[in-house]
């Protein structure tokens, strides 16, 4: 199987500069048949967010069909409270 990206989304806010530090804060949800990952970015010094992105992504086979999320995938997902 492989995690493939189906779509991708950002949404900038404010502008980041070279060698600001930066955190990405990561949720993981799912909607069948898909798995999602919602990035928040925020600088470190201000606090403030700086962007947010959004990347569905898709478990294909060899053959490149979609195929249904493991049992054993979707208690990870599901056991995933908060941020990454």
């Known amino acids: 199987m492989l995690l493939v990206v189906t779509e991708v989304s ?10 600001d530090e930066l955190v990405i804060k990561t949720e993981i949800k799912r909607e069948n048949p898909y798995i999602l990952f919602l990035h928040k970015i925020y600088n470190t010094k201000t606090n403030l967010k700086i962007s947010q992105a959004k990347v569905k992504t898709l478990l294909i086979d060899a053959n490149k069909t979609p195929v249904d999320i493991p049992e054993e995938l979707l208690k990870k997902i599901d056991s995933v409270k908060g941020n990454i």
Request: hydrophobic share 50%.
């Open 10 to 19: 950002i949404k900038y806010a404010r502008e980041a500069k070279l060698f």
